[in-house]
C-alpha cells in the first residue's frame, strides 16, 4: 500500500464573521436590528435536518483527509426540573379546553402528543408568546441579553381526560458557543465526517440591536474590531456579527423543528417543519409506532386495542433511534452547523 501524501490546499470551512448568516437590515440612525436568519442558511439547515446527516461537501480529492477546528454554536438539552415541568402541564391543562374538536365534550377535543416551541417575550423564559395557545415562533425568547431556549415535549398517553403534569417527558436546549473539532475522511469520494463540539460550552445570550454609526461598529467587551486600511473608521465589529449569526442558525433550526402533533379519537393533526418529522424517531415517540397511515403521522387508530382491523401497513417496523429527543435534538443542531461549510456563500 502505498504512502499517503501530505499538500498543502484549500479546504471548507465555515465562517460565522460573515454578514451572509443574519439579515440585519438598518433599523433607524446608527442602529441595526437583527431579523431573521438568510434565505441559504435556512435552506441548509432544513435540509439537515430532514436528512438527519451532515449535507454532502466536496472534497479537495477523491481520497482526502483532513481536519478543522473553528468556533461555533451548539445546543446542549436537559430535561426541565419537577417544577418547570409542572409549571408547564398545569398551562397545558388550563388551554385544552381552547384546543378545537368534533364537539363540547372534553373527551372530543384534541390534545398534544407532541410538542415543540420557543419562549415568548416574557420574563418567565419557558411559555410560549402567548398564554392562550402555543404559538409556533422559531426562537426566544427575543430579550436582549437572555439566553436563547427551544423546548420538545412528548405525552405518551392518549387516554381522557389526559393530564400534561402526568405523562410530560419534557426537554429544554439551549444555545451556547462551542469549538468544534472536525474530521473528514473521503475514500473514492463517499464522506466519513465525524463532529464533535468540544467542552466547555460558553454562555450565549441574544442580541436584538446594534448601535454604531457604521454598520455593526459599536464596541463590545473583548470583542475584534476591524477597521479599513487607513485606520481612520470601523467597519464592523466581528464579534457581534458572529452573534448574530449563531442566532441566525439558530432561528433556522427552530423553523424546522417547531411544531405540534395532536391526537382526537379520529386521528392526528400534524403542523411542524422537517425536524419535527425526523425527531419522531426519539425514545420518548416510539409508541407513535403503534398508529398506522392515513393524513398526518397517523389514524390514531391503535391496532393492538383492534387486532380484527388490518393496520394499513405492509409492513411494520420500529423506526425508532434508541435516542432521547435531546440527543437527537443536539445531533440535528450538529449536523446543521457542519453542513453550512457546504455553501461558497458562509465559507
Known amino acids: 500500500m502505498p504512502d499517503p501524501i501530505t499538500t498543502t490546499t484549500r479546504v471548507p470551512i465555515v465562517d460565522f464573521t460573515s454578514t451572509n448568516f443574519a439579515y440585519i437590515p438598518k433599523f433607524r440612525a446608527d442602529t ?4 431573521g436568519a438568510q434565505p441559504e442558511v435556512q435552506r441548509l439547515v432544513t435540509a439537515a435536518m430532514s436528512g438527519g446527516q451532515i449535507l454532502p461537501i466536496t472534497p479537495p480529492h477523491l481520497n482526502a483527509s483532513w481536519g478543522v477546528e473553528f468556533y461555533g454554536p451548539v445546543v446542549k438539552c436537559v430535561p426541565v426540573s419537577s417544577r418547570d415541568k409542572q409549571f408547564i402541564g398545569e398551562s397545558l391543562n ?54 436563547v431556549s427551544l423546548f ?11 393530564d400534561y403534569t402526568r405523562s410530560a417527558n419534557i426537554t429544554q436546549c439551549t444555545l451556547y458557543n462551542a469549538s468544534y473539532a472536525v474530521n473528514f475522511n473521503f475514500i473514492n469520494g463517499i ?7 468540544r467542552q466547555p460550552y460558553h454562555e450565549f445570550r441574544y442580541l436584538d440591536t446594534l448601535n454604531g454609526s457604521e454598520p455593526l461598529a459599536a ?25 448574530q449569526s449563531y442566532q441566525a442558525v ?35 415517540l416510539a409508541f ?60
Open 32 to 35: 441595526y436590528k437583527y431579523s
Open 94 to 147: 388550563n388551554i385544552k379546553k381552547s384546543l378545537p374538536g368534533l364537539g363540547s365534550q372534553i373527551e372530543d377535543k384534541e390534545h398534544y402528543v407532541h410538542l415543540v416551541w420557543a419562549p415568548g417575550d416574557d420574563n418567565n423564559t419557558i411559555l410560549p408568546r402567548s398564554d392562550s395557545k402555543f404559538r409556533t415562533d422559531p426562537i426566544g425568547p427575543r430579550i436582549h441579553d437572555a439566553q
Open 152 to 162: 420538545a415535549a412528548a405525552f405518551n398517553r392518549l387516554d381522557y381526560p389526559q
Open 191 to 197: 464522506p466519513d465526517i465525524k463532529a464533535v463540539p
Open 219 to 243: 464596541t463590545y467587551p473583548n470583542g475584534t474590531i476591524m477597521r479599513s486600511p487607513n485606520n481612520n473608521h470601523t467597519i464592523y465589529n466581528v464579534t457581534l456579527v458572529e452573534r
Open 250 to 284: 439558530m432561528e433556522a433550526f427552530g423553523l424546522g423543528l417547531v411544531g405540534s402533533i395532536t391526537y382526537t379519537a379520529v386521528g392526528q393533526r400534524f403542523v411542524g417543519g422537517a425536524g419535527q418529522r425526523y425527531l419522531l424517531r426519539a425514545k420518548e
Open 288 to 347: 407513535m409506532n403503534r398508529f398506522g397511515g392515513g393524513s398526518g403521522v397517523g389514524t390514531g387508530l391503535a391496532f393492538n386495542d383492534r387486532p380484527d382491523l388490518w393496520d394499513g401497513a405492509s409492513v411494520m417496523m420500529d423506526t425508532s433511534l434508541n435516542k432521547t429527543m435531546g440527543e437527537l435534538i443536539e445531533d440535528m443542531f450538529i449536523n446543521a452547523t457542519v453542513s453550512l461549510m457546504s455553501s461558497q456563500l458562509l465559507q
